[in-house]
């Protein structure tokens, strides 16, 4: 018995070991300021592939409020059009699927409030293949 629980704890270490391995490569975009906001991008997957990749852009004012009356555009390069991130409810988070493409890429991201407006650039670290 003591003999099936020592096999079972040590296939249950492994198997969690294989379900972590990954979690070490997750990268950390660092934040932005505009305007008294804190902005932040996450990308999913984490790090982000080369073509459609998921990117949250997360808008928090003082204390941490959530800033919910922006216009969100993203683009991965000059070339490409904007496309408009959509709101997630009134909790400052925007999302979008954005085609990045390969090499080195600079995530622009446009954020209008009113008559202003500025572009943001958050360069991105892509996986490895």
Known sequence: MKKLLAI???????????????????????????NG????VETHPNPP???MSEIVVIVT????????DLIISLRS?????????I???????YRRAVDIGGGAVILQVR??????????YFPLK????
Not at 87 to 93: E, L
Not at 111 to 120: F, P, S, T, V, Y
Request: charged share 15%; with cysteine; proline share 6%.
């Open 8 to 34: 079972s704890l040590g296939f249950l270490v492994v198997v969690l070991a294989a379900c972590n391995s990954d979690k070490g490569d997750a990268y950390t975009i660092p934040a932005q300021h505009w």
């Open 37 to 40: 906001t804190d902005v932040r």
């Open 49 to 51: 592939l080369a073509g």
């Open 61 to 68: 004012g003082p204390h941490g409020k959530p800033i919910h």
């Open 77 to 85: 390069n000059q070339s490409m059009p904007w496309v408009q991130a």
């Open 87 to 93: 709101q997630d409810g009134f909790i400052g988070v």
């Open 111 to 120: 954020l209008e409030q009113g008559n202003e407006q500025k572009i943001l």
């Open 126 to 129: 892509l996986a490895v293949d």
